[in-house]
């Protein structure tokens, strides 16, 4: 069996079997997707993380199915009902699903109503009129009366001799595959608001009288309807089709099928209206309602696929943001009535002065503040200011902009940063241990600052979930979505390489081959003993065995150490290559690290031997050439505009520079100063059709927008990437909403900064974009999630 779950992987991925294999035992073995993926390209043909992620989460599905297969197989086989065609059948069964379909009749179950009319003796009478039809189905009836089974008259008989059919009906696998799918591809989604719940279920305003079909539901629109449906707003049916129109009394398409697989057809003779009462029944009492919770079942899942890809696409954009690198930075964590609490940290991260400041409302010590500022910055060597872009951002920035203004000597540099999830990290036990002298309102600042140096590693001590990127995150099946992220995580961390001597524990707990547990052990050893020197003085760490040597050695980095290939992500296993590569070039190791001419000079086929391969040497020489080279972009700031600093100031035509802060199905959300991001919807990104917005924009990138339209009331901003765009005309016609049209308005087009965003809003009210949102169906309901960031200081 492991051999064709092996080819199936194969041909879903479109490479061969053997590469399958090959990571499958690696898998299994316990290396890391990381670690193949880097070390191991000769055993697997080069796959890449991606696919490996891809191999992972579908060798864990068909396992899965496999041992149910065997389970369905067991429990027929005990019943005594298990032939050879039955098994062949369940063999070949390819999804979940089409097992359950298959398993259904034989699946033990409560005592049900065909069960005891066959124990009644009722199951002939059932075959008999399904048989020969022309039998008149009382007078058949008739034999089959005896009140001591519980038949007491002919129609108790009927009765029972229907249910036996209209179990047959519903589990008869290949028919039930069948009309599942023809209800998926047909099928539509209908909603209505529950009555007296208008101004509570607000927020699904576009959702009230709505319909759509299941295949064009997007994933962010599905779980916004799931929501309304759970808070008791909304009420969802699940329809099979569009009404047909077909006579009074006439068998449905769905009906229709059933009686053709069955032989039931409607010729004038005895038992026919009966049979169709037979189909009718089944289909509306038994299959449709199983076909309803397997479509509804099938909706959840592709949504929640989706929402999980978007959430793990913006965090890995997040979590590979350009670092600043280490330079003395400053963090100011804004507010109002609880002041700005500031906190200075070195090169390295390490915390070296705190303040709390109160230049904004109540207490306006505008001047105070700003000395306050300058004297940190000075007595620091401060270079970067960074401000979280919460609650007084603007404000705050308008702060270090006069600083800088006043004090042009310090040569600073001011940049917003998204605190998403500041607050979680300093209410955590880790940042208890890690700043136990530090008041909880000032680790936030701590955070800010750090997460300017390096984003990826302070964000790694926060729940991915709470850094709050996603779509509908709190909708989405904890499991499916932490496993996800994790993945990601570990992904980014390997992708860049941790410096051993530096890191955090938490950062090191997401190195390959490495437990939180274990990454404590190595801090533990660092503190102790002083700086690793080697790679190999690693092992000298309690409990770090050979087999998590080998998956980690390769991602640490040990800079100014013994072994200078220790600095670069060469594994040691591959150090005896680079050195032989190097003595052929006639230079030594570190002689050869940078010199770009003669490594290029290498023949790499000259190395080849049993053990190492083309990629492997390939991979040795790029990295010789750019040793610990990061593949995060370069470090770049966005400017906001002077004078717009909340969404009174925006008007229609100004062309901003701001950062992107999330991506989703529908479009960018993109940070320009005013504490609501602003929307550049799908249709807005390109000239050219863009499928996925991920492939014009990502979260962190710095872009220019010109805005479109303002709707203050609503704190709604539309903006566009295209800055030749005219502005859409006000007022414009709205499209007509009669007959069975859809009411969608489209959904919050903008979350207010410090609010995960529940439900679905409205589009900028008039105008022809407003239209075309409308239209287009946008309801983002987005949950920015801000992962418990501080509200109204």
Same mark, same amino acid.
């Given at each position: 069996m492991t051999t064709a779950i092996n080819g199936r992987i194969a041909a879903e991925l479109g490479v061969a079997p053997r590469q399958v294999a090959a990571a499958v035992d690696l898998l299994d073995g316990g290396a890391t997707v990381p670690f193949i993926a880097r070390y191991r390209k000769e055993a697997t043909g080069t796959l890449d993380d991606a696919q490996l992620r891809t191999l992972e989460e579908r060798l864990r599905y068909l396992r899965e199915m496999e041992e149910r297969r065997g389970a369905i197989l067991e429990s027929i086989r005990e019943q005594g009902k298990l032939d050879d065609a039955l098994e062949a059948r369940i063999m070949a069964a390819d999804t979940k699903a089409r097992l359950e379909d298959i398993y259904l009749p034989f699946k033990p179950k409560r005592r049900t109503k065909a069960q005891v009319?066959?124990?009644?003796?009722?199951?002939?009478?059932?075959?008999?009129?399904?048989?020969?039809?022309?039998?008149?189905?009382?007078?058949?009836?008739?034999?089959?009366?005896?009140?001591?089974?519980?038949?007491?008259?002919?129609?108790a008989a009927l009765e029972g001799a229907r249910a036996i059919l209209v179990e047959r009906f519903a589990e008869d696998a290949d028919l039930i595959g069948e009309l599942r799918e023809r209800m998926w591809t047909r099928g539509r989604i209908v909603s209505r608001v529950n009555e007296g719940k208008e101004e509570a279920g607000a927020k699904f305003a576009d959702y009230f009288a709505f319909e759509e079909p299941f295949t064009k539901l997007p994933s962010h629109r599905v779980l916004a309807l799931f929501r309304g449906e759970k808070e008791e707003a909304l009420s969802?049916?699940?329809?099979?089709?569009?009404?047909?129109?077909?006579?009074?009394?006439?068998?449905?398409?769905?009906?229709?099928?059933?009686?053709?697989?069955?032989?039931?057809?409607?010729?004038?003779?005895?038992?026919?209206?009966?049979?169709?009462?037979a189909v009718r029944w089944a289909w509306r009492t038994r299959i449709l309602v199983h076909l309803g919770i397997d479509v509804r079942m099938r909706l959840r899942q592709?949504?929640?696929?989706?929402?999980?890809?978007?959430?793990?696409?913006?965090?890995?954009?997040?979590?590979?943001?350009?670092?600043?690198g280490s330079r003395p930075t400053m963090g100011l964590d804004p507010g109002f009535r609880t002041g700005v609490k500031v906190a200075v940290v070195d090169a390295t991260g390490k915390v070296v002065d705190t303040a709390t400041i109160y230049p904004h409302e109540p207490q306006r010590r505008w001047d105070e503040s700003v000395a306050e500022l300058a004297r940190l910055a000075r007595a620091h060597r401060v270079e970067l200011v960074a401000i979280g872009n919460g609650t007084a951002s603007r404000e705050t920035d308008r702060l270090a902009a006069e600083l800088m203004k006043l004090h042009p000597e310090l040569k600073l540099t001011r940049i917003s940063v998204s605190e998403a999830g500041a607050s979680v990290y300093s209410a955590s036990a880790y940042a208890s241990q890690e700043l136990p002298g530090l008041d909880v309102s000032l680790r936030g600042a701590v955070s800010i600052a750090r997460r300017l140096q390096d984003p990826l590693a302070e964000l790694v001590k926060i729940d991915p979930k709470s850094i709050g990127v996603g779509q509908y995150q709190h909708d989405?099946?904890?499991?499916?979505?932490?496993?996800s992220l994790n993945a990601v995580v570990e992904d980014c961390v390997n992708a860049v390489g941790v410096d051993v001597n530096t890191a955090s524990a938490p950062l090191l707990g997401r190195v390959s081959g490495i437990s939180q547990t274990l990454a404590e052990s190595i801090v533990r050893r660092r503190d102790e003993q002083g700086p690793f020197r080697s790679r190999t003085a690693l092992k000298e760490v309690p409990r770090l065995g050979p087999k998590a040597f080998e998956q980690c050695a390769g991602f640490l980095r040990i800079r100014g150490g013994d072994d200078p290939l220790d600095a670069s992500s060469?594994?040691?296993?591959?150090?005896?290559?680079?050195?032989?590569?190097?003595?052929?070039?006639?230079?030594?190791?570190?002689?050869?690290?940078?010199?770009?001419?003669?490594?290029?000079?290498?023949?790499?086929?000259?190395?080849?031997?049993?053990?190492v391969g083309l990629p492997t040497l390939t991979d040795i020489v790029a990295e010789l050439e750019k040793p610990g080279r990061d593949p995060r972009p370069a470090f770049t700031t966005a400017t906001f505009k002077e004078g717009v600093e909340k969404i009174g100031d925006l008007e229609p035509g100004m062309l901003l520079e701001g950062v992107v802060t999330n991506v989703a199905a529908f479009g960018a959300f993109v940070d320009v100063g005013v504490h609501q991001d602003g929307l550049v919807h799908v249709s807005a990104m390109s000239r050219n059709f863009v499928k996925d917005p991920r492939d014009v924009v990502k979260s962190g990138d710095v872009v220019r927008v010109k805005v479109l339209d303002v709707d203050i009331p609503r704190k709604r901003i539309s903006l566009t990437l295209r800055l030749d765009d005219e502005l859409p005309a006000k007022g414009g016609d709205r499209p007509a909403?009669?007959?069975?049209?859809?009411?969608?308005? =489209? *959904? /919050? #087009?903008?979350?207010?900064? $410090?609010?995960?965003?529940? =439900? *679905? /809003? #409205?589009?900028?009210?008039? $105008?022809?974009?407003?239209?075309?949102?409308?239209?287009?169906?946008?309801?983002k309901g987005l949950d920015q999630g801000r992962g418990g960031d501080r509200r109204g200081r």
């Open positions: 009319a066959r124990e009644a003796g009722l199951e002939p009478l059932a075959d008999g009129l399904l048989g020969d039809p022309t039998r008149d189905p009382k007078e058949a009836a008739a034999g089959y009366v005896d009140p001591e089974k519980g038949v007491a008259d002919a129609a969802l049916s699940l329809e099979p089709e569009e009404a047909d129109d077909a006579s009074p009394g006439a068998l449905n398409g769905y009906e229709v099928r059933i009686a053709r697989r069955f032989g039931i057809a409607d010729q004038g003779r005895a038992a026919d209206r009966w049979l169709n009462d592709e949504a929640e696929d989706e929402a999980v890809r978007v959430f793990a696409t913006n965090l890995r954009d997040l979590l590979l943001a350009a670092p600043a989405v099946a904890e499991t499916k979505l932490s496993r060469v594994h040691p296993e591959a150090y005896p290559v680079a050195r032989r590569i190097a003595a052929a070039t006639g230079a030594g190791v570190a002689e050869l690290i940078g010199d770009s001419a003669r490594l290029r000079q290498v023949r790499l086929a000259d190395f080849v031997d049993d053990t909403q009669g007959g069975g049209a859809r009411r969608e308005r =489209g *959904g /919050g #087009q903008n979350r207010q900064r $410090g609010q995960g965003r529940q =439900g *679905g /809003g #409205q589009p900028p009210a008039g $105008g022809a974009l407003a239209d075309a949102l409308r239209r287009a169906g946008l309801d």
